[in-house]
């Protein structure tokens, strides 16, 4: 498949749409903006596409709890669709907002039927919105939007981006499965086993995590924003000659679309 097509969803209090439609385009898919009303009234528009991605925001102004409202409409109108369309061996991606969603409606991380999701992301420890680059090291080969990556410079911007496992011995497992593919970092590179302080790790997650895939590889959220660092004026000393040739996020996209070629 020489193009493939990206559903970016919509809710009311989105606003990273645009620009993630943008980093796919730039990519080399085709990505198409479509609201969740659109969806949940003919939820067989997900057959036309490959790729999936719920973008960052404030989905439904963040009520109740950060994409609890857009999570609960996909797990009790969508579920059945999204889990087709990941069993087609196809890709989904939950970027901060989207992060929240996936792993709230348990499309990321299947929660027990007794114990209910085995991860959420809740309050930052610092209690407060943090607007902040931070570096990222990934630290798993499995998920299919990080491949080729080591390091990353991206720029965080929320309020509720504490990774929070059920329990150490969830947190071990998620481990040991190579799903915590992603993780706050120093500048000098120094990451787990050691947690690393505020504000490297803007949130407080447990084991520093920023990005956690599924069992497949194929779905991914993470808390940073790869597309506000696509072009190397994105970042934040470019005029002080610290920018690559291509901003550190464009990499996860081209990924994507690569995985259909």
């Not at 959420?120 to 080729?148: A, H, I, K, M, P």
């Not at 050691?194 to 993470?222: E, F, I, K, W």
Request: a positive charge; aromatic letters at 8%; charged letters at 20%.
């Amino acid at each position: 498949m020489a193009t493939p097509r990206v559903l970016v969803l919509r809710a009311p209090g989105t606003n990273c749409d645009v620009e993630t439609a943008f980093a796919f385009q730039l990519a080399g898919a085709r990505a198409e903006l479509v609201h969740i009303n659109r969806l949940l009234e003919n939820p067989s528009l997900l057959l036309r596409y490959q790729i999936l991605c719920i973008p960052g925001g404030f989905s439904y102004g963040d009520d109740v709890a950060a994409g609890k409202i857009l999570a609960v409409q996909i797990q009790h109108h969508l579920a059945e669709g999204v889990n087709r369309f990941k069993l087609a061996g196809k890709l989904i991606l939950g970027i901060c907002n989207g992060f929240q969603v996936l792993l709230k409606s348990g499309v990321l991380l299947e929660p027990d039927p007794r114990a209910g999701l085995p991860a959420t992301l809740t309050w930052n420890d610092s209690g407060r919105f943090e607007d902040r680059w931070v570096y990222l090291g990934v630290q798993s080969s499995r998920c299919v939007f990080l491949q080729q990556i080591q390091r990353m410079y991206l720029p965080v911007a929320h309020a509720e981006g504490k990774f929070v496992a059920r329990d150490e011995a969830t947190l071990g497992r998620l481990q040991a499965a190579g799903q915590l593919v992603l993780r706050y970092q120093t500048r000098d590179g120094q990451d787990a086993p050691h947690q690393v302080p505020y504000p490297d790790n803007p949130n407080g997650s447990m084991a520093n995590v920023a990005g956690v895939c599924d069992p497949t590889g194929r779905v991914l959220g993470l808390m940073p924003h790869p597309e506000r660092h696509i072009h190397p004026t994105h970042h934040p000393r470019w005029s002080r000659g610290e920018a690559s040739s291509e901003g550190d996020g464009m990499q996860l996209f081209r990924n994507a679309v690569a995985y259909f070629r």
